[in-house]
């Protein structure tokens, strides 16, 4: 059994590298100061274990307790330590500390699994500081070039954005391994992660076993417009670049609630503002999900017919849409989904599981296409994610835990 | 006669201070280090002339030359060396300026005014930096408080905002002199400015007589909702304080097309942001201008009852709108304006020159009140302001720096 206690106090403990002051809040932006603080944490902590640590060309971090066969590639247990820029304590950071905990646990049984194990942390899930998310899973995957994700900048716009290259640099986690599941192999890969919405507590369940995740596309849009005075230019002679945007952004909220998508402008940046005038340049993210390729589709040609309707009626204003992120819906294996319900249902019986699909990414979906991968979900409260509030109690922890730990266990017995 | 060519040079050689890249846009922030070196040349250049220099608390700059009665108070041309986050080269400088060139023409011809003269530059016209606009001329007449405008803060989402006061002591510009009209009085104020509009252009005429500026109210809008997941939030239950900003300022452009009044939302930011969070935070600031106050009444009406409307749909949506900058509209001088009127016809002729109200506001909507004042437009090139692209001839500059001077000479003359 792993301690939940152990578990637990590990995640309050890290939290400390990112704090947001005395609150819940987590501000750990991939491969900042605070980030390099919890991946040397990790390291460290895996090496007192007596695992072999390996970091690629895109930061990710294969923490691996040996097996007794080590011809076999290991069983990873991956997810990610960075969070949102006001994210929580749970989000990713459960998945990967419960991994620890289970080499841990694995380790002082005596016991030794077939295959090895790994604790993976995956860089830049989140996709917050770097333009797309899921980074570093992409890469290892072959979903995304590693040139492509290592030139890819900061999204805040300080007027030096740096690479990725040189954040990894910088923070010494540029490893010398290539990214890539061929030369770098795993046999299977399971994510604990939280649920990040209310079906779980809704219906009283302790454990979901996750069968799929829905596509998601990111874009990054510019509009162009033109400066203009805000006391002295007439409205009908404006190319006013934040209405324009503004416009789109309502029109985006209503195409999603038609098609029962999710649909979100979660950055807006506007340059060089200034209260008296008339934005000449906007900037803004889309983020759009649904179980459904064609709806994305859909709402991705909705999205480009209201913008030209927007040029044709103002010559002065245009917009560019570029896809910066693609993670198309998955189904996960069978059998490693097949592994999970027989780990969930022996730690919270049948009555106390539910099947369900994520509607979040994860570093699940990306690894799916390449090697076995199932997910755990245990509860958030309220559902709330992405956001300082979001908790998780210590037992509904130890509920995922256990059943990563009884997952992998099965898998390896296959 | 002034000399355009000395007055087009000094505009010229001082944007070199805060030009942007090797563009004609400017960047000179009001209290940043540019404004500084603007402010000591202009500073230096008084002295080299015999001026006395005096800054009162809020920074303002009074260069005087002395008149044959010092016991009467000096007789202003006031502007600013200011600009927008990416303005031109010829908002406010060239009234600046032209005061100075005025300066030095009266001295060089060795004639003697009867009051002394005096070129102002007036602080944080722009509004750009520090949350209100006019902040100079502002507490110089009684409108806003010292402490008030002191105590601004930078208007940009830095971590660590400082205050104004902060900024005048940093760069020597905290003066002794207390800022108010009574106990520092100058007996007019006259201001040369681009007309920001294409009205003189338009209709082919050299010089516009300014008889009044419309009325001008600054908000900041804070609209709170709920930070949450992009990619599991249902679109049902989110509160987005993007979406619910980007309809407030879809609406407010309609209601300023049918009201005949202008309404822009020149900045907007929302606070630590990422693509696949749901925006819990938006600010933004609302400009209104309109000549009627009754209209600028019922347009701030719609806007809160636009609020209210979000609001009731959606009670974990809340906005707070408050007032930053209210320049009431004003009609100037009679005598004052007949003083600039005779000014512009002797210089280009009566079929040269056109009575016109402002749309911008000015540091003359402020003095106003309290001297009298008069203005003094010349054409900007298509109406371009507030932009890079602002362009005036030295023609036009010089036909404009020689009606103010006319016009000084012919109110000390009264
Ligand atoms: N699980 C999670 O929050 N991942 C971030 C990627 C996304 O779904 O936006
Ligand atoms: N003239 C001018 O551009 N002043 C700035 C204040 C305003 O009108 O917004």
Redesign the interface.
């Given at each position: 059994c792993i301690s939940g206690t152990r578990l637990y106090q590990d995640i309050l403990k890290t939290s400390r590298w990112g704090q947001i002051g005395h609150t819940t809040g987590m501000?750990r932006l991939s491969l900042s100061d605070e980030d390099k603080l919890v991946r040397d944490w990790f390291c460290q902590s895996a090496l007192d274990l007596g695992c072999q640590v390996n970091v690629d060309a895109v930061g990710n971090i294969f923490a691996i307790l040996p097996g007794k066969n080590m011809n076999l590639a290991p069983i990873a247990m991956g997810s990610h330590l960075d969070t949102?820029?006001?994210?929580g304590r749970f989000d990713g950071i459960l998945g990967v500390i419960a991994g620890l905990e289970v080499l841990r646990t694995v380790q002082e049984s005596g016991f030794q699994t077939y295959a090895p194990l790994a604790a993976v942390n995956w860089t830049n899930e989140?996709?917050?500081r770097f333009?797309s998310?899921c980074t570093g899973s992409a890469v290892w995957s072959n979903h995304s070039s590693i040139t492509a994700a290592q030139q890819m900048l900061t999204?805040d716009d300080s007027p030096c954005p740096t690479t990725m290259k040189q954040e990894l640099q910088r923070i010494g986690y540029l490893g010398s391994l290539a990214s890539d599941f061929r030369s770098n192999p795993l046999s299977g890969h399971f994510e604990l992660h939280i649920?990040?919405?209310t079906r779980l507590e809704r219906q009283g369940k302790r454990i979901g076993i996750v069968e799929g995740v829905?596509g998601?596309k990111?874009y990054k849009v510019t509009c162009k417009g033109?400066?203009?005075?805000?006391?002295?230019?007439?409205?009908?002679v404006r190319a006013?670049a934040?209405?324009a945007?503004?416009?789109i952004?309502?029109s985006l909220?209503a195409s999603?609630?038609l098609h029962g998508a999710?649909?979100?402008?979660?950055?807006?940046t506007?340059?060089?503002?200034?209260?008296?005038?008339?934005?000449?340049h906007a900037q803004f993210?889309i983020?759009l999900?649904h179980p459904s390729a064609k709806i994305l589709d859909q709402m991705e040609a909705e999205i480009k017919s209201n913008m030209d309707v927007a040029m044709k009626e103002n010559p002065k204003i245009t917009f560019e849409l570029d896809e910066v992120w693609h993670s198309p819906a998955v189904r996960f294996d069978t059998a490693a989904v097949a592994c999970v319900a027989e780990a969930a249902e022996a730690r919270a019986a049948p009555s106390g599981v539910m099947r369900m699909d994520?509607?979040?990414?994860h570093d699940s979906a990306l690894s799916a296409s390449k090697v076995p991968t199932a997910m755990i979900f245990v509860p958030s409260q309220g559902?709330?994610?992405?956001?300082?509030e979001e908790y998780t109690s210590k037992e509904q922890c130890e509920d995922g835990a256990q059943a990563l730990l009884q997952s992998v266990l099965a898998y390896d017995a296959l």
């Open positions: 501000a949102q820029p006001a994210g989140e996709g917050a333009t998310g999204l649920e990040q919405n829905q998601i990111w033109e400066r203009a005075h805000a006391g002295s230019t007439p409205m009908e006013d934040m209405v945007s503004a416009k952004i309502a909220e999603a609630r999710f649909a979100t402008v979660g950055v807006l506007l340059e060089r503002s200034s209260s008296n005038t008339v934005p000449g993210t983020d999900r994520s509607f979040a990414g559902g709330i994610s992405h956001a300082p």
